[in-house]
């Protein structure tokens, strides 16, 4: 009897489970008036006179994929996607020049299964913003390719923007915009901007 | 013969009940158990291992914002472990944990105007706390008076670390908000079974001792990658900057 009596807090709350389990959620508490903005009808409406309670939601969602499966760095890029799809977005189109593009994105990330996901996101983000977006790839020449990559990615990406430019790939009013992670220990993504071959570093 | 002073009597009664609850106050010492849960971001995935130097011969700035829950003597508590964090890993830290020395310097220039003055960091880390929720469930505390504490009474709280980084000239490179929560129980039937589950476990395991333990290591890997990840974007800035540059 003691014993169910003393564990009963841990049956009551669902966030009162093994850490392993608890890594596998992400949760954010919000306030009253916030909880009824995103979820209406989850929580009572408060009193006109007000309540003797402090009612909040504690709003929990769980990973797609548990915490191991994924390599951190896809993971933690992955779980924050669309917003930093949407920040860069609203940088790259800033920071673009005036007059109708055509916005291209290309992703240089370390595995290849993810490099399609952070395209995809970018280019969506950036259609919110209305503009227009191609699906064309851009390509560099074999030649291109062995002396780029062996450079230093800051002078490697300007090198390269300028040769898309010069070999035709990227046509006259394209915007290329380029995600890459420059260091192997870091979780977010850096990006420039390749317009009439000339490179901008947006982050 | 002198009248002596003599105490008013006690009953028998009182001073029993007066000592049971002694007994149990100090009897129950032992028997609370705290426990950490991370709610956002604290347990995002690192890759950063924080034992080798990634800040080598960086300059940063450690500035702990006395406020809701940092206190000036925690703020300077929390100044110095963040700072040892750096340290080693290769930064020159500073640390600033007095309110306002960091706005004098930063807050207050004047718009749009250019100082002459030099910064002297290359990153400034703030961080604040504060207090996002707490909740004294009054009906586990009625359950754990009224079973002689073999329910355990709850309380817990929310709380949020903001974590800005800016480069030497005020310039933002980040802002975090990591999210816990903190559970208390205080109950000597879950205090037992506690205990009980924690025997033959390794000391890194238990339960009993998983507050600090879990918090400090959670706070300090995610800070150092949000660290990370902010300096390789300042040095991408700091080198296209330089580039553009006539």
Redesign the interface.
Known sequence: MMAVFAILPFLVNPLNLPREKQDRLECERLSHAEANARHPGVLPPEKPRGDYLDRTLLLCRERIAPPELRHPRDESVLFELGEQASALAEAATSAAPDGDHVWLVEANYPNAQVVPKLTFATKVALMRRGVTVSDRLVALGAGDVDVITRMEPMQAYPAACHRYAESGSLREGDVLLTLMVLDPRETSLHAGLCTDGRWTWLR | MPLALRPPPVSRAVRRSVLAWLGLVVGLSGCVVRQY????TL???????PTLP?FADLDITVHCVPGELLTRSRAGVLCDKVGLLFEAQGANVTTIDTEGRFAERFGDAPEGGETDETPRHDLILELRARK??S?NRLF?WA?WAA?FS???G?WES?FAQDVVIRDGSGFLLATHTL?G?L?T?Y?L??A??VRLADVGRARDKRVMDSLGR?LSEDMYTQLS?LM??AK??WS??Q??SA?EAP
Do not use: C, K
Request: a negative charge; aromatic letters at 2%.
């Open positions: 849960q991370p709610l956002s347990q995002r995935p690192v890759i950063v291992d990634n996002t929720h909740s586990s359950a079973s073999v329910f355990p709850v929310s999210e929560r559970v129980r109950g039937g879950h037992l079974l879990e990658q990370l990840n390789l974007h991408v800035l080198a296209a580039e």
